[in-house]
């Protein structure tokens, strides 16, 4: 019996290794080159060729050549040993259990063959009248499944193929109440459906007429299972890997079309929706982008992203796209209308973008209440804080234009998790970006009511709010609240500052001991916004520089993120202290 150990022995790390990365020397024994898991611009994984172990200092990837081919094809650990057991040509015993999906792969090329050979005449027909040219219907091995109940079983039992492996595969049906056991394709265009490591694992079949279903797949086998399969991604795969994006269609055909025209990326769900399944595949074979083209109205279009599952939108950059004309992709193809398609591939709705916006328009942005709603209706996509996450990133920047909020702000709140779960007044003001400004305001009035504090301002404050920054300025040197309104006079800025007067004056303090008491309330309240606006420019500086360090990371190599994890931390640290240090003084 072959083992492990002998196909070890028979192969070289850095050969399979090899197929996938480009490898160039790191010192004795050593190998390194961009890591295949992760996205990188310097090298952090490495190859011990004496070991027989790969590592990656970035991602925390490692282990054997198993490992990486299991990794990197999405195989059990039986599959990858079969596989590099055949490339060392070492046999292995199969075990109890595995037999049954490699008897599908091969019952299923026999049926592929029964297709096939039937091809010519209605369904060789059907697939020219479509426009499809010959290289096509070979490079996509379509068939047909003639007339009749039972001509790949009589087939089968010719060349000894036992009844119960085509049964297995799905090929036949069984009538329960009579027992008897037929062909389940019958006058039927057939569509061979291969997974992404190219292994044949059932069929769609047609009808030519209006017969129903029109539609018929393999029924859930060892080897098929829908939720799981991409059709097309055999081929599309290699394209749309890296920076490329999957484009996904409808139907069979609609891929067989796009992919004859030259959009190579094309693939079909089998009759399902996205799955957590094809999200996790398709980031395990390094594509990340996804087009939807269906031939659906507007309303179609915005269902599919909102209903997209949570795991599909956290892993893939999704957006949606009609197919010009109201049209199915492959008859867009057929019309010739390939310029409108390219336009409607370049266009489209995001996903992330589509999130955001269908939640504000639901809830509004008036009031805490409404911001609440549209807070936690977004945080399952939002709360990763994963630097390589770039669609939760993007959502949080867009979810804090309309709602006014500080990214970095945001970010620190859904990094505490004990406030996530109570979302106060309290937090959404600490998230607001219009809080400095507010501060500013006020510290304008205490300035208005006492002119004489400006001398008490430590240095120049950078201003963010505009009036302010002009007012502040212009009133240098007054000793009266008349003297900065007389620079104003006749002025947009005139009405603003007689407001916050009438505002700010105290229509009580009319005695000595109450000016005297007034005068301290401006001063203290003056001396407290000066300091909150100070200490809330010093957390603002602290996050972003914490925000530029995150982003380097997503480039830096495995050294540098070290470093760079380190002084995040101690960012973090400083910005929780400035927050206490705050609520302190408050």
Same mark, same amino acid.
């Given at each position: 019996m072959g083992t492990k150990e002998e196909v070890r022995d028979r192969l070289s790390i850095a050969e399979i290794i090899g197929d996938h990365v480009r490898l160039s020397p790191a010192g004795k024994g050593r190998l390194k080159g961009l890591c295949p898991f992760h996205n990188e611009k310097s090298p952090s994984f490495q190859v011990d060729t004496e070991q027989g172990y790969f590592y990656c200092f970035g991602c925390k990837a490692g282990g054997d050549m198993f490992s990486?081919?299991?990794?990197?094809?999405?195989?059990?650990?039986?599959?990858?040993?079969?596989?590099?057991?055949?490339?060392?040509?070492?046999?292995?015993?199969?075990r109890y259990g595995e037999r049954s999906s490699r008897d599908i792969y091969e019952v299923n090329a026999f049926a592929l063959d029964y297709f096939r050979s039937h091809l010519a005449g209605p369904g060789?027909?059907?697939?020219?009248?479509?426009?499809?040219?010959?290289?096509?219907?070979?490079?996509?091995?379509?068939?047909?499944?003639?007339?009749?109940?039972?001509?790949?079983?009589?087939?089968?039992r010719s060349r000894n193929v036992p009844? =119960?492996?085509? +049964?297995?595969? /799905? *090929?036949?049906?069984?009538? $329960?109440?009579?027992?008897?056991?037929?062909?389940?394709?019958?006058?039927?265009?057939?569509?061979?459906?291969?997974d992404h490591l190219n292994r044949l694992v059932g069929f769609g079949g047609r009808v030519l007429n209006d017969e129903k279903p029109k539609y018929l797949n393999?029924?859930?086998?060892?080897?098929?299972? =829908?939720?799981? +399969?991409?059709? /097309? *991604?055999?081929?599309?795969? $290699?394209?749309?890997?890296?920076?490329?994006?999957?484009?996904v269609v409808e139907g069979y055909m609609d891929v067989i079309a796009m992919h004859q025209a030259g959009f190579e990326t094309a693939a079909a769900t089998l009759g399902t929706a996205l799955t957590a399944e094809h999200a996790t595949l398709l980031a395990r074979l390094d594509v990340?982008?996804?087009?939807?083209?269906?031939?659906?109205?507007?309303?179609g279009l915005k269902a599919t992203l909102s209903g997209l599952d949570q795991v599909v939108g956290s892993k893939l950059r999704v957006r949606a796209t009609q197919v010009p004309s109201g049209k199915d992709p492959a008859d867009a193809v057929m019309s010739g209308e390939l310029h409108a398609?390219?336009?409607?591939?370049?266009s489209g709705l995001d996903e992330v973008h589509y999130r955001v916006q269908a939640a504000v328009e639901k809830y509004g942005v008036d009031g805490s209440d409404n911001k609440r709603r549209i807070l936690m209706e977004l945080l399952p996509r939002m709360q990763n804080l994963d630097p390589f996450d770039e669609s939760a990133r993007e959502m949080r920047r867009l979810a804090c234009e309309p709602l006014g909020l500080k990214p970095e702000a945001l970010s620190d709140w859904i990094a505490n998790k004990a406030k996530r779960k109570t979302l106060t007044d309290t937090h959404l003001a600490g998230m607001s970006a219009h809080q400095q400004g507010d501060n500013e305001m006020a510290l304008l009035r205490q300035i208005l009511l006492a002119p004489a504090l400006l001398a008490k301002l430590d240095g120049e404050l950078p201003w963010h709010n505009e009036t302010v920054k002009k007012v502040m300025l212009a009133a240098r040197g007054a000793t009266t609240s008349e003297d900065i309104l007389s620079v104003f006079r006749g002025q947009p800025e005139e009405q603003l500052l007689i407001r916050l007067l009438f505002e700010g004056r105290d229509p009580h303090s009319h005695s000595r001991a109450g000016v005297e008491q007034f005068e301290a309330k401006v001063v203290g309240?003056?001396?407290?916004?000066?300091?909150?606006?100070?200490?809330?420019?010093?957390?603002?500086?602290?996050?972003?520089?914490?925000?530029?360090?995150?982003?380097?990371?997503?480039?830096?190599?495995?050294?540098?993120?070290?470093?760079?994890?380190?002084?995040?931390?101690?960012?973090?640290?400083?910005?929780?202290?400035?927050?206490?240090?705050?609520?302190?003084?408050?």
């Open positions: 990486f081919v299991q990794r990197t094809e999405n195989l059990s650990f039986g599959d990858a040993l079969r596989k590099l057991a055949e490339r060392a040509g070492v046999t292995v015993e199969t060789l027909d059907y697939f020219h009248r479509r426009g499809l040219t010959e290289e096509t219907i070979a490079r996509f091995e379509l068939g047909y499944a003639p007339e009749g109940w039972d001509g790949l079983l009589s087939l089968a009844e =119960k492996q085509l +049964l297995d595969a /799905g *090929l036949l049906a069984e009538n $329960t109440q009579t027992g008897r056991v037929y062909d389940r394709f019958r006058g039927r265009v057939m569509f061979p459906i291969r393999t029924p859930e086998t060892e080897a098929f299972k =829908k939720g799981e +399969l991409l059709y /097309g *991604l055999n081929f599309a795969r $290699t394209t749309a890997q890296g920076g490329g994006e999957l484009i990340h982008r996804l087009a939807l083209m269906f031939d659906r109205d507007e309303a398609l390219r336009q409607a591939l370049a309240y003056a001396a407290a916004a000066i300091d909150d606006i100070q200490s809330g420019r010093s957390i603002d500086s602290l996050r972003a520089e914490k925000e530029a360090l995150t982003l380097q990371m997503v480039g830096a190599v495995s050294t540098e993120q070290r470093e760079l994890l380190k002084q995040i931390s101690e960012l973090q640290r400083a910005i929780e202290a400035e927050k206490r240090a705050r609520r302190m003084q408050a």
